[in-house]
């Protein structure tokens, strides 16, 4: 089972939006809605931003949201702030036999 | 919030066990949910290691599964990782996390496992 595909890093500036992209296939992405995305800063635990494509966790800002096109499932952040450099993962739960496939990571910068 | 808190040995030998257990602090394991656990190499991504239902049910990753065994005894909510035959490779941040229902809203603070001799 292959891991989802994320861009190795994101830039913008404070204010500004961006999109992390996270391509998989018709047997994760494409066939479930159980897509999730997590925020990592060094040395700490992931926390869950977003749960089954576009649901924000608990406490978490408005200024992240989530959807899904196809095999295709992305992550915005808008408003982009200081303390939104981090790690950021998307996973899947897939129809394989591995249960969830996680992203390749994208490291967002804010400039 | 359930709180999860990973403990054990945090250098294991070559060729030996790794075994971690992951306690979980005013909640009991009984209430539902499957519960996980993952593991980061330095420097790399995550990894889904197998979950565990409190009633034994589990699931493993097929790279992984000749290798672990993950048990839970619910009389102290806790649920253990056994990985055999380690190697440098297991080296790795261990996590352990409870599953929502296809997301894990709740993780441990993580422990580093070195597989050194």
């Known amino acids: 089972q292959s891991a989802l595909t994320q861009p190795a890093s994101v830039s913008g500036s404070p204010g500004q939006s961006i999109t992390i992209s996270c391509t998989g296939t018709?047997?994760?992405?494409?066939?479930?809605?159980?897509v999730s995305w997590y925020q990592q800063h060094p040395g700490k635990a992931p926390k869950l931003l977003i749960s089954?494509?576009?649901y924000r966790s608990s406490g978490v800002s408005v200024r992240f949201s989530g959807s899904k096109s196809g095999n295709t499932a992305s992550l915005t952040i808008s408003g982009l702030q200081a303390e939104d450099e981090a790690d950021y993962y998307c996973?899947?739960?897939?129809?394989?036999?591995?249960?969830?496939?996680f992203g390749t990571g994208t490291k967002v910068t804010v400039l | 919030q359930v709180q999860l808190q990973e403990s054990g040995p945090g250098l294991v030998r070559p060729s030996e066990t790794l075994s971690l257990t992951c306690t979980l602090s005013?909640?009991?394991?009984?209430?539902?949910?499957?519960w996980v656990w993952f593991r980061q190499p330095p420097g790399k991504g995550l990894e889904w290691i197998g979950s565990?239902?409190?009633?034994?049910?589990?699931f493993y990753n097929p790279s992984l599964r000749s290798r672990i065994t993950i048990s839970v005894d619910t009389s102290r909510s806790q649920f253990s990782l056994e990985l055999s035959s380690v190697t440098a490779a297991d080296t790795a941040v261990y996590y352990c996390?409870?599953?929502?229902?296809?997301?894990?809203?709740?993780w441990g603070q993580g422990t580093l496992v070195t597989v050194s001799s």
């Open positions: 005013d909640y009991s394991i009984t209430n539902g949910y499957y």
């Open positions: 089954d494509v576009n």
């Open positions: 996390a409870k599953d929502q229902g296809f997301s894990f809203d709740s």
């Open positions: 565990i239902y409190h009633s034994g049910n589990t």
């Open positions: 996973t899947s739960y897939t129809s394989g036999t591995v249960i969830y496939v």
């Open positions: 018709s047997g994760d992405i494409g066939r479930y809605d159980y």
